[in-house]
């Protein structure tokens, strides 16, 4: 169960543990997408969320975007703990509502490899009212598996006006931070899809039958 309410409203705080340990194999997928309604006296809504995988394990958390009504102000805190044993592939997404009026967001996702910091990827805007790319993601995948992967093609298909993606590899770690921008929600979510396809290829020939 992700909230009581099914949604975001004014004043909630949501905070989620997942800890994945010894060999463990987990894939986590929303159910849909997670609606932020309107913010009143300026009091928005907050998420703390935290992945923690050790000891050989891998997680998969693909969550359904944040869908973010007018006069919505969310903000959200990530944090990814992994060690040199283990992978995980985090999503993250949000998708503006179609209805005009202004929306605030601002999102920090922090990851942690072998007990150190070393990445910060934060992701924002405040107030505004429109915007031809309503919708931002975030695909960050930790892990040898993700060592050797061509992301020319997946460039080429999210290049177009509709979608724009960005790959970057991770210095201090193995892995890659993936950003995209969209106008709406259905090409934000063929980019996610695409990604996944593509790093799912990548891990199942890394390890074998």
Excluded: K
């Amino acid at each position: 169960m992700q909230s009581a309410t099914s949604g975001l409203i004014s004043g909630e705080r949501l905070r989620q543990r997942i800890v994945v340990r010894d060999e463990g194999r987990v894939r986590l997928i929303g159910q849909g997408a997670m609606p932020v309604q309107q913010a009143r006296s300026e009091e928005g809504s907050t998420e703390d969320l935290r992945l923690e995988v050790t000891g050989g394990s891998h997680l998969e958390f693909v969550s359904e975007p944040r869908l973010l009504f007018p006069n919505s102000r969310f903000n959200q805190v990530t944090t990814v703990s992994v060690d040199s044993s283990s992978g995980v592939v985090l999503v993250d997404a949000v998708v503006r509502h179609p209805d005009p009026g202004p929306v605030s967001y601002l999102s920090e996702t922090r990851l942690v490899f072998d007990g150190e910091v070393v990445a910060v990827e934060r992701m924002g805007f405040e107030s505004i009212a429109e915007h031809r790319f309503g919708a931002t993601v975030l695909v960050l995948a930790v892990g040898e598996f993700v060592a050797g992967i061509d992301w020319t093609p997946w460039l080429r298909r999210h290049g177009a006006p509709t979608s724009y993606g960005a790959v970057s590899p991770l210095r201090q770690c193995p892995g890659i931070s993936l950003r995209v921008v969209a106008v709406d929600g259905r090409h934000a979510r063929q980019a996610i899809d695409d990604a996944l396809s593509i790093l799912l290829h990548s891990r199942v020939r890394s390890t074998g039958p």
